[in-house]
């Protein structure tokens, strides 16, 4: 999980992680001192829901819904490296670039982020 932090750290400039709030489970990666700290140091909000409570993932299972339903069966990955390429760029450039997201007015979140 670090490793995903310090990418999204470095491809997200530092004037848009204002207001920043990164959503997790309260799995032990999410958790640990080190994650929080690096959090704190970059003035991220972690935001964590109750144990137990339904909505607790909802923004990340429905993140994870549209990847399957729009590009996993759509797509065959042979290889771990492929895979990781490949939704990666699925994720930065189609979704997070282009898509529109209905949550948002119906505009991109690279749009909205610079609106």
Same mark, same amino acid.
């Given at each position: 999980?670090?490793?995903?932090?310090?990418?999204?750290?470095?491809?997200?400039?530092?004037?848009?992680?204002?207001?920043?709030?990164?959503?997790?489970?309260?799995?032990?990666? @999410?958790?640990?001192?080190? @994650?929080?700290?690096?959090?704190?140091?970059?003035?991220?909000?972690?935001?964590?829901?109750?144990?137990?409570?339904?909505?607790?993932?909802?923004?990340?299972?429905?993140?994870?819904?549209?990847?399957?339903?729009?590009?996993?069966?759509?797509?065959?990955?042979?290889?771990?490296?492929?895979?990781?390429?490949?939704?990666?760029?699925?994720?930065?450039?189609? @979704?997070?670039?282009?898509?529109?997201?209905?949550?948002?007015? @119906?505009?991109?979140?690279?749009?909205?982020?610079?609106?």
């Amino acid at each position: 999980m670090m490793r995903a932090l310090e990418l999204a750290l470095v491809r997200t400039p530092k004037a848009e992680r204002k207001d920043l709030i990164l959503h997790g489970d309260h799995g032990s990666q @999410y958790m640990s001192h080190e @994650y929080l700290d690096r959090l704190d140091e970059e003035g991220i909000r972690p935001s964590f829901g109750t144990v137990g409570d339904c909505y607790d993932n909802a923004l990340a299972e429905s993140v994870n819904a549209t990847l399957e339903k729009e590009f996993l069966r759509t797509h065959r990955l042979v290889t771990v490296e492929q895979a990781r390429d490949e939704i990666f760029l699925y994720v930065e450039e189609f @979704y997070n670039g282009i898509r529109w997201h209905s949550s948002i007015g @119906y505009r991109s979140p690279r749009e909205f982020a610079s609106a």
